[in-house]
């Protein structure tokens, strides 16, 4: 459903963070790398504009949030002290934590706050299915920090490590979750299979736990490819001869086959995809061209095959 709603921005409160779009009427006239002041469902924020929109995207389940005002340069600044503050809170959560027995339960992560500490969320993780109860220890936030909103947020696996940063299982300096990625994508081990990569865990495994986010890099690339590849053990016929598929190279367009000659040893060779055609279909084509055409005996026949019959028989 479109709206007729002209001005719509897209905001992020953290520099390598989700994207979030905000109704901007009352100042049409923003650019990209201004800050602004937002209302969102988490109270007030400050963010970063980073795109304009040209088009209105479709209208949200409860209308748009809007943008309040521009960020002043006091602003900046009462968010950049606020955030100094953050470590300091963590510490104090992640104690009473301890004191409560709750930390072979959760384990708090990071703190933030809004960016004039009217709200502080604390973010933590767990590997319990069920709810943990927190209530005990939000209320000792909440008399430790008064005047504050205390929010207790879990987040998953991928967002820990996102939040911590490292180096990458494969090596990387920076884990991609960390330097580029801004939002995570459902990544399932049929990814791997379809690339042939190795399905040892420690191969397909990152830094979280789970599966590796870049599972999905080049997965849509290597289905495309494979479906104008034959697949493996078709039998294919090649410049070489007749052999099975036994390894497909999807981005090279390739693939290798095994070719078994009588009286040799069995060989690899590699073809490009316009090198090989696949065995069935030239079978099934050799095999109509010799079979009789159906349309002889009743006449209108056009195929040629009658005259070379005719041809054939008068030779012998």
Sequence with gaps: MQTDVKNIIGVRFTSIGK????????????????HVIVDTSRGRHLGEVVQILEE???RPEGGWKSVERRATPRDLLLQQSWRNKQTEAMINCRARASELKLLNTIKVVSAEYNFDGSRLAFLYSTEQEEKVDLKSLRKDMADLYPNTHIEMRQI?????AKLIGGMGACGIETRCCSKFLTD???????????????????????????????LIYEYEQYVEARKTLPKRNKRV???KGEGKVIDVI???DKVTVLIEVEGERPQHHTFLREEVQPWDELEALRRKSEAP??????????????????KNDRAN
């Design 184 to 214: 995570f994508s459902p990544i399932s081990i049929k990814m791997a299979k379809e690339q042939g990569i190795s399905l040892t865990p420690d191969e397909i495994t990152g830094m979280c736990g789970r599966l590796r986010c870049c």
């Design 19 to 34: 994207i979030y779009h905000f109704e901007s009427s009352a100042l049409p006239d923003l650019t990209k790398g201004e």
């Design 250 to 252: 999807p981005m090279s």
């Design 293 to 310: 055409c159906d349309k002889h005996e009743g006449g209108g026949c056009n195929c040629g095959k009658a005259k070379q019959q005719k």
């Design 156 to 160: 998953g696996p991928r967002d820990v």
């Design 237 to 239: 016929v090649t410049p």
């Design 56 to 58: 209105t995207p479709p």
